[in-house]
Structures are given as C-alpha cells and as structure tokens.
T-cell receptor, first 110, second 114 residues
Framework: AQRVTQPEKLLSVFKGAPVELKCNYS??????LFWYVQYSRQRLQLLLR??SRESIKGFTADLNKGETSFHLKKPFAQEEDSAMYYC????????????FGQGTTLQVKP | DTEVTQTPKHLVMGMTNKKSLKCEQH?????MYWYKQKAKKPPELMFV???????INESVPSRFSPECPNSSLLNLHLHALQPEDSALYLC?????????????FGSGTRLTVV
C-alpha cells in the first residue's frame, strides 16, 4: 500500500529553535515526495520537492530510503513559519494522484 | 501567469440547487485535479483529468460531475448536494500526471450546503 504518515498533529517550538517535521512513507520503488505548506487562510503551496534538493525559506528535506523518511528541517524557526505542513507522495501508475499525510501544525511561539 | 484561479471563492447552496465551480490555468499544464478538503484534514482526491480526459474518479457520488471543456478549464457541476458535502473544494494542475515538479493549487471554493 502507498501511504504517508506524519506522526505529529502539532509541533510547538520557540522562535529560534530547530524544527523537524517527521514524514514516513510506504512505497515500492523510487518515491517522488513533496512538502506542501498551508498558511492561515492561504492556498496550499509547494514548499519542497525531494528531486530538486533545494532549500526554500531555510527548510530542507532529505530522502532516506533506508528509513523510508522525508523529514522537513529548519535550523532556526521563525514566527512566520507557523502553518500546516503536509508531506505528499506521488502515487504510482502515472495517475498524478498525490497521497497526503494527515498534516502537522507547526506553531512557533515568540 | 503562474496561478490556478477558482471561482467563486464562497458558495452557499440549498440541497435542491444546481451550481458549478470553475477552475482556470494558463500555465500549459495538461493534468488538472479536483480535491475536497475538510477543516484541519488533508485534501482528498476526487477527480483527475489528464490531457482533457477523465483518468481517475475516486468513487465520488454522481451528485458531483466534472467537466473539462479544454486544456485550461475545469468545472465541477454540483446537484442535490448534502450538508456533509460542505467543504473547501480545491482545484490543482500539474505539467502532466507524472509530474515530479508538483502541483499548483488554487485558493479553493468554500462550499456550504444548507
């Protein structure tokens, strides 16, 4: 079965603290993984794609095939990072289906 | 233009009404999607259109009827909805159905069924 698991519903940190949002997946083969962010009252936005190995807004995510993980990290959280974060997996079979995790709300306190 | 535009932004409809949601993109994307999102939940896939053909229907009730008039437009026709259908309806597009560039989402239509 193809599945994405985000074990934490809520992650609360203080400004300046490191952040790690966990994502584990279940997939046969080479996965295509993404992180999406949804700020309050804004549209769902693509934050990162694993294939591009980029850093956006200070966030990075590394694919670990051995641990089937794609955790999102930032060394120093900012208040404006407070949002809902979804990890997503592109389903197999050329369907275009994105399989989302349940999401983690990140709350950055001043 | 790098956006997906959805109209209307808000819609209130009775259970006997017929209404349509519209979605438009001009990025040349060839795959378009309808998702339903309940509060504090992830989006749930409803339909996928790939090269203007319906390729996935995730067992959605027939009171939801998608239509793709051309490669830039996607509609969702609504008829005889139930109160539990109240949700945020999201349209998205991608370069193709196997796009590892990810989706571009619209801001959604917030639907309330009364």
């Amino acid at each position: 079965a193809q599945r994405v698991t985000q074990p934490e519903k809520l992650l609360s940190v203080f400004k300046g603290a490191p952040v790690e949002l966990k994502c584990n997946y279940s997939y046969s083969g080479s996965p295509e993984l993404f992180w999406y962010v949804q700020y309050s009252r804004q549209r769902l936005q693509l934050l990162l794609r694993h294939i591009s190995r980029e850093s956006i807004k200070g966030f990075t995510a590394d694919l670990n095939k051995g641990e089937t993980s794609f955790h999102l990290k930032k060394p120093f959280a900012q208040e404006e990072d407070s949002a809902m974060y979804y990890c997503a997996l592109l389903g197999s079979g050329n369907t275009g289906k994105l399989i989302f995790g349940q999401g983690t709300t990140l709350q950055v306190k001043p | 233009d790098t956006e997906v535009t959805q109209t209307p932004k808000h819609l209130v409809m009775g259970m006997t009404n017929k209404k349509s949601l519209k979605c438009e993109q001009h990025m040349g994307h060839r795959a378009m999607y309808w998702y339903k999102q309940k509060a504090k939940k992830p989006p749930e896939l409803m339909f996928v259109y790939s090269y203007e053909k319906l390729s996935i229907n995730e067992s959605v009730p027939s009171r939801f009827s998608p239509e793709c008039p051309n490669s830039s437009l996607l509609n969702l026709h609504l008829h005889a909805l139930q109160p539990e259908d109240s949700a945020l309806y999201l349209c998205a597009s991608s370069q193709g159905p196997d796009s590892y560039y990810g989706y571009t989402f619209g801001s959604g239509t917030r639907l309330t069924v009364v």
